[in-house]
């Protein structure tokens, strides 16, 4: 298995806050057995890791 392979990837993604705005806490996973899991993480699985700058 390639872990390098972009099939096993997400696109980046990046976001700009106006003033006022926030980011709140949160999870960037998904239970197993709930149907977002399941939309989500059929094909790809789980988020390893987020970063933010």
């Given at each position: 298995?390639?872990?390098?392979?972009?099939?096993?990837?997400?696109p980046?993604?990046?976001?700009?806050?106006?003033?006022?705005?926030?980011?709140?806490?949160?999870?960037?996973?998904?239970?197993?057995?709930?149907?977002?899991?399941?939309?989500?993480?059929?094909?790809?699985?789980?988020?390893?890791?987020?970063?933010?700058v």
């Open positions: 298995m390639r872990f390098n392979d972009p099939s096993f990837g997400e980046i993604e990046g976001r700009r806050y106006a003033v006022g705005q926030e980011f709140r806490a949160h999870t960037g996973t998904f239970n197993a057995g709930q149907w977002d899991y399941h939309l989500h993480c059929a094909d790809q699985g789980q988020r390893t890791w987020t970063a933010m």
